[in-house]
């Protein structure tokens, strides 16, 4: 089955503490990208990846990295993360100009 | 830069009632435009996307939105609503700079009353 898989759904921690949310996709897309959303703000772009070893800031990237050393994978990390960073985040995949498949999302909260 | 204003927060509708959802745009090119649902705990599902061609496009489960370029609108709507529809609906517009990059509403919270 075609899919983008987050891990994990759900993550409380403390501020500071380094954390990583992994993202994988199997339908071998080009694109990748992370959404955070906020109440009220809809869902807006973090970093975005648009083959191995190419990423790019989104419209909110203070606070986060990305890595992608495959194309399957597209890791979000927070080295120190803070309350601000409270929010739903969702992996997205996409071929070239194609239209985007969602994760099903990591709810983080940071105490 | 692209923006994409959905000027209902909350919609309630009974079942069996009509539905309209209203999306507005800003955007200098042709734009790739969308609607997703997001039931709670879910991720985003696609219901419909328009991309060029017929300006009326049909989507998932008995939605339609319509693209309306002097108005730069995208509403959706269906005839006749069920309760399964109860949701949060997102707008977004697209293009194929940022790695696809999707410029999403502020969504749509829709009730349905039984």
């Known amino acids: 089955e075609a899919q983008v898989t987050q891990n994990p759904r759900y993550l409380i921690t403390v501020t500071g503490k380094k954390l990583t949310v992994t993202c994988s996709q199997n339908?071998?897309?080009?694109?990748m990208s992370w959404y955070r959303q906020d109440p009220g703000l809809g869902l807006r772009q973090i970093y975005y990846s648009m083959n191995v070893e190419v990423t790019d800031k989104g419209d909110v990237p203070e606070g986060y990295k990305v890595s992608r050393k495959e194309k399957r994978n597209f890791p979000l990390i927070l080295e120190s993360p803070s309350p601000n960073q409270t929010s739903l985040y969702f992996c997205a995949s996409s071929p070239s100009g194609g239209t985007l498949h969602f994760g099903n999302g990591t709810r983080l909260t940071v105490t | 830069a692209q923006s994409v204003t959905q000027p209902d927060i909350h919609i309630t509708v009974s079942e069996g009632a009509s539905l309209e959802l209203r999306c507005n745009y800003s955007y200098g090119a042709t734009p790739y435009l969308f609607w997703y649902v997001q039931s709670p705990g879910q991720g985003l599902q696609l219901l419909l996307k328009y991309f060029s061609g017929d300006t009326l496009v049909q989507g998932i489960k008995g939605f339609e939105a319509e693209f309306k370029r002097s108005q730069s609108s995208f509403n959706l709507r269906k005839p006749s609503v069920h309760w399964s529809d109860a949701a949060e609906y997102f707008c977004a517009v697209g293009f194929t700079g940022g790695g696809n990059k999707l410029t999403f509403g502020t969504g749509t919270q829709l009730k349905v009353e039984l």
């Open positions: 339908m071998n897309h080009e694109y």
